[in-house]
């Protein structure tokens, strides 16, 4: 009968994870004792026993109603003689127009009324507009509830966005960051109440009112539960409730635990905070009122039935409550001290592991970091499995046991199985280095100045010894022999894709294979991605994790067992993506995992969510579980990203969602970075039914599927495939239909009104217009060049002779003398245009080479006639040549990595203006040529023609077991050569062992072994377009060495990697090369640096 019983069946958990299962470590879980009386205080002279403070900031459209909904419930129950109850609630304007629609902010003294749906406690006072992030607002409201209803007991309650350790409160009257420059107020984009200030605020209240402490505060707000708030609130109160997760729009059950209060007003703050625990969600009085429940459903589910059980089985699925006390923090808060002095002592990648799989939250930092948000419990469970040490152990089970003390009560959904009550801050190394962690220790300042927590986290980050960081020590005179602190051990690498076929049909799915190594794998997600045939822009259709074989379980919490030896992955990719419906309409959308869950998986979809009302918009993230939305919550960040506080929003019939799509706009240069293209895609209308998954064709076109393999510090490798998918189920893409020749190795999409034809005999195949006014031929040659670039030049050089030799053409022009660079599809490609008339009819047109492979140079023709070529260029050719791909595997763009580490101490550096330095500094040619310091400041090799390898290094130096090793170089002449980097040059009579990273003039690049003075291939010559090929540019070569394991970098990027035990604590130098007979050249050297690599 109704559309929430079928939610409710589909969202039934399967228990247990696959595969094999371990034992949680044996520490003492979170007991949640009875709660107990507070320490005897003096008696205050007052009327009442209780005074509730409600500060809520509803100034908001995504929760004003929420937040109103809250206060008529707190209405419900009223206050009484003994428990006194007040709010301050400040409200949005253009939003919810219900309950008198004003727009200021108001101060009431709650009575009892019984209807949900309109306010009638007694106005005290309007204060206009305030600014309810600014402290001083929340002062004067303490003080003036204090002072006019005194009580034995306070209880504050805050109800807006909560962010976590950052705080929340965000008011966007009087709008701008705010006075504090801290780095949460520039990435959130808004002002805020931060932590520091929350905690300055208290101490003025009390102050200025004498109270001792609250007997409780209390955080209706989402991510609050963390050691971070806890510690800054622990001065200021007894007893503190507040969510580790995200709250539901619902909120706290106000109705539920002040009838609980009002019938027993001799409560003590810990009674209170435990049945606020208690009572949340279940005894909601829009769960358990009849009227307000079917008033919520036929707001978000279009009037579906359900019972106050299955409406709180569907509410309850991923919340989190905890109720603390206050007194028990400073314990667990040197027991973490003394958890922290133990894992630094420890292998770090235990620790980092731990990390990575523990029971996380929601992030307000963004999506392309892992969230620094863990359960501090389920950590040290992980820790103690993964490291295996007495210590540690000790250490987490005092930890254990002062969580059990602090801890009074504790409630999670099933979906949060991990979650024990307190999260703790452990952030990436990455998210660790933006603005000094997004200015942790200045705003949560009393933690950061009680615990050693945040210096564990820079001593484990920086790989160095456990204390507040130290100034940086001079610059040594010599290469040091010993080796850097590390937090790490090698990198990922993944292997070159192979896949079972180059084109994939709904009957013929393609299996992708790799393999990964490293021992510092923790998750692999799948990637499907899509050219879009009108831009250069891939667009990413589908990622999801690859599930292991072998998943283990800890705490409720599921993780990859992933073999330390490597592993080989398998991926069938039958040709499907998913969209969103909302019953009537559907749309694609990228469905990005959330959790590691075999079972039940979770998935979010990025969008813009407009309020239907006021059509204002936020960024919102939609969450979905076994196939059905499962809630949408927005942020108060700007309209691209997941920063700042989160909240749910309750839909509304006419509300809209419009899909982010995201991708790589390959316009951009390489340094733009992964998911550069961010663009609004189609939009769904809430119409009363729950949004659900759906399963939909893949569009025929030029794809490219992949694996992203993320390390236990978020950080991410990546190979990829190009594929072609021809899928007749699906409609043509903007008109387009899918074109594959196996006999020419290409496919690609081409109009599907136009007619094709295939000529072997030249070996082209020809499309055209049904006017034939409009041309493009597709053909493939073999030249002998020695590179894809002269390979492509011969090509466009036939292309003219030809052109010129035809008779029929008149006025032939080209218009440039050197060809512009190009992308075919994924391969580089040379381009030029050209003006002819045929006929009397003036044509331009466009002449496109590219080389992937030796055995084939692809030439592509586009014609049109001269006063339509630009819009054929945007509406023909373009997607066509975007949609290009060769079936053959293995031939695409270079795979081009992240870049190197910063340097975090120098060794060595040469500028050359020492000609002692230790290098020749020669006064005369000999046979080869001469080396020497020029006054220039640089290191110059003068080469005679074809000279043979030459290489120089400095005598006395030894690299470290890690270290980065730099220098830029370049030459001038003929671009026949090679010049770069040797590196672990070994001492003996003939210093011929050592490995070198060249890179040649015209734009390759090699990696070798010399043993005895021969060479062994450890990359062979691979094309790279960031090298600068012009004479006398800059181009900066580094290696960084890591152990057995070698990265190679061209001016800031990583080209190769390999990994050799044989040679080590070796010297280094350069090496050169003239392979021109003819012509002498010169290469320089400038800025040698060697050092060690931040970790």
Request: contains cysteine; proline residues 5%; hydrophobic residues 40%.
């Amino acid at each position: 009968s109704a559309t929430l019983l079928v939610i409710m069946t589909i969202i039934v958990l399967i228990a247990g994870p696959t595969g094999a299962v371990k034992a949680a470590p044996d520490l003492p879980h979170p007991a949640h004792p009875q709660p107990l009386q507070p320490a005897a205080r003096p008696a205050a002279q007052a009327e009442a026993e209780w005074t509730i403070l409600l500060y809520q900031d509803a100034d908001d459209e995504m929760l004003e109603q929420d937040i109103l909904i809250d206060f008529n419930e707190a209405e419900v129950i009223g206050s009484s003689d003994e428990v006194n109850i007040v709010a301050q609630v400040d409200r949005f304007d253009g939003g919810y127009d219900g309950m008198g629609d004003w727009t200021s902010t108001k101060r009431f003294y709650v009575t009892q009324d019984s209807d949900l749906e309109e306010i009638g406690s007694e106005e005290l006072d309007d204060l206009g507009e305030t600014n309810m992030a600014d402290s001083q607002t929340l002062v004067d409201f303490i003080v003036w509830a204090v002072d006019n209803f005194p009580a034995q007991k306070y209880a504050l309650i805050m109800s807006d966005h909560g962010a976590g350790w950052p705080g929340g409160w965000n008011d966007p009257d009087p709008g701008g960051l705010g006075p504090d420059a801290v780095a949460v107020a520039e990435l959130f984009g808004v002002d805020g109440m931060w932590l520091m200030e929350l905690d300055q605020a208290l101490g003025e209240a009390r102050d200025q009112t004498g109270l001792d402490k609250f007997d409780l505060i209390g955080f209706d707000a989402c991510l609050m539960s963390q050691l971070e708030v806890f510690s800054a609130v622990a001065p200021h109160g007894r007893y503190s409730v507040a969510s580790q997760e995200l709250e539901p729009g619902v909120g706290w059950a106000y109705a539920g635990f002040l009838q609980q209060l009002t019938d027993n007003p001799a409560m003590s703050g810990a009674d209170l905070a435990a049945a606020i625990v208690s009572t949340y969600i279940d005894g909601d009085a829009r769960v358990v009122d009849d009227n307000a429940r079917r008033a919520m459903l036929e707001s978000s589910f279009g009037g579906s039935e359900a019972s106050a059980e299955e409406l709180a089985s569907f509410l309850g699925q991923d919340v989190t409550l905890t109720a603390v006390d206050l007194a028990e923090i400073p314990t667990v808060n040197a027991a973490v001290d003394n958890l922290a002095a133990a894992l630094i002592a420890i292998d770090p990648n235990a620790v980092a592991e731990a990390r990575a799989y523990a029971q996380s939250f929601e992030s307000v930092f963004g999506e392309e970091m892992p969230s620094p948000y863990i359960d501090l419990f389920n950590f040290i469970q992980l820790v103690v499995q993964f490291s295996g040490d007495a210590d540690v152990t000790a250490a987490a089970e005092e930890v254990a046991a002062a969580l059990n003390q602090a801890i009074i009560a504790e409630k999670h959904g099933p979906e949060r199985p991990g979650a024990t009550g307190i999260t703790i801050h452990f952030p990436t190394s990455e998210l660790h280095s933006i603005a000094d962690d997004v200015g942790y220790t200045t705003v949560a300042a009393r933690f950061a100045d009680e615990s050693q927590w945040d210096e564990f986290l820079a001593a484990f980050h920086s790989g160095a010894t456990f204390s507040r960081p130290q100034a940086e020590p001079d610059q040594p005179a010599a290469v040091s022999d010993a080796p850097a602190a590390s937090h790490t051990s090698g990198r990922l690498e993944i292997t070159p894709l192979t896949l079972s076929a180059e084109v994939a049909t709904p009957d013929a799915p393609v299996t992708i294979s790799a393999d990964i190594s490293g021992d510092r794998l923790a998750y692999i997600y799948t990637f499907i991605g899509r050219f879009l045939p009108h831009q250069d822009v891939l667009l990413i259709e589908d990622m999801d994790y690859l599930i292991a074989d072998d998943t283990q379980e800890i705490g409720g919490i599921a993780y990859p067992d992933w073999s330390k030896e490597g592993v080989s992955v398998e991926y069938e990719w039958q040709p499907t993506i998913y969209a969103i419906s909302n019953g009537t309409d559907s749309t694609k959308a990228l469905f990005q995992p959330q959790a590691y869950d075999p079972e039940s998986p979770t998935f979010a979809v990025e969008g813009i969510y407009t309020f239907g009302q006021s059509e204002q918009q936020r960024y919102a993230k939609m969450f979905f579980r076994d196939g059905v939305m499962s809630g949408i919550y927005s942020f108060g960040g700007n309209l691209t990203g997941a920063v700042g506080a989160p909240r749910e929003i309750t839909p509304q019939i006419g509300d809209t969602f419009t899909v982010l799509e995201r991708g790589d706009d390959l316009s951009l240069d390489e340094e733009a970075g992964r998911e550069s293209y961010v663009a609004p895609g189609q939009t769904l209308t809430f119409e009363g039914e729950p949004f659900v998954i759906e399963t939909t064709p893949a569009p025929s076109g030029n794809y490219v599927v992949g694996f992203i393999a993320e390390d236990l510090d978020g950080q991410t490798y990546e190979q990829y495939e190009g594929l072609f998918v021809v899928n007749e189920e699906t409609e043509p893409v903007d008109g387009f239909v899918s074109y594959v020749d196996d006999d020419f190795g290409f496919a690609t999409l081409y109009p599907g009104d136009w007619t094709v034809e295939a000529d072997p005999a030249q070996a082209s195949v020809n499309f055209s217009s049904q006017d034939g006014s409009h041309f493009v031929s597709i053909s493939a040659a073999a030249y002998d060049a020695a590179n894809a670039d002269e390979a492509n030049t011969a090509a466009l050089q036939a292309t003219a002779e030809a052109l010129q030799q035809n008779g029929d053409l008149e006025n032939l022009v080209f218009l440039s003398e050197e060809p512009d660079t190009f992308v075919l599809g994924a391969f580089d490609a040379q381009l030029v245009d050209f003006d002819f008339e045929l006929d009397g009819v003036a044509y331009s047109a466009s002449a496109i080479a590219s080389t992937p492979t030796p055995e084939a140079t692809y030439l592509v023709l586009n014609v049109a006639p001269a006063d339509d070529f630009e819009q054929a260029v945007t509406d023909v050719f373009n997607p066509m040549l975007y949609s290009f791909d060769l079936l053959i595997s293995g031939l695409v763009k270079e795979n081009i990595g992240p870049p190197p580490p910063d340097f975090d101490e120098i060794l060595f550096s040469d500028d050359f203006s020492d000609t002692a330095s230790g290098l020749y500094h020669l006064d005369e040619e000999e046979a080869w040529g001469i080396s020497y310091y020029t006054t220039d400041d640089q290191y110059l090799f003068g080469l005679n023609p074809y000279t043979g390898p030459i290489y120089d290094y400095y005598f006395d130096a030894a690299l470290p077991d890690e270290f980065l090793l730099q220098a830029t170089a370049g030459y001038e002449g003929a671009a026949n050569n090679d010049y770069g980097l040797i590196f672990q040059l070994q001492p003996g009579e003939a210093f011929d062992d050592f490995y070198l990273f060249r890179i040649s003039g015209d734009g390759y690049f090699i990696a070798e072994k010399s043993v005895g003075g021969e060479l062994t291939t450890l990359i062979d010559w691979t094309a790279s377009s960031l090298i600068d090929q012009t004479e006398n540019a800059a181009n900066v070569l580094t290696v960084e060495g890591r152990g057995d394991s070698y990265y190679l970098y061209i001016n800031g990027l990583e080209v190769g990697a390999f990994s050799d035990a044989d040679l080590s604590g070796g010297s280094f130098g350069f090496v050169v090369d003239n392979y021109d007979e003819e012509s002498p050249i010169t290469l320089i050297f400038d800025d040698l640096v060697v050092g060690t690599p931040v970790e």
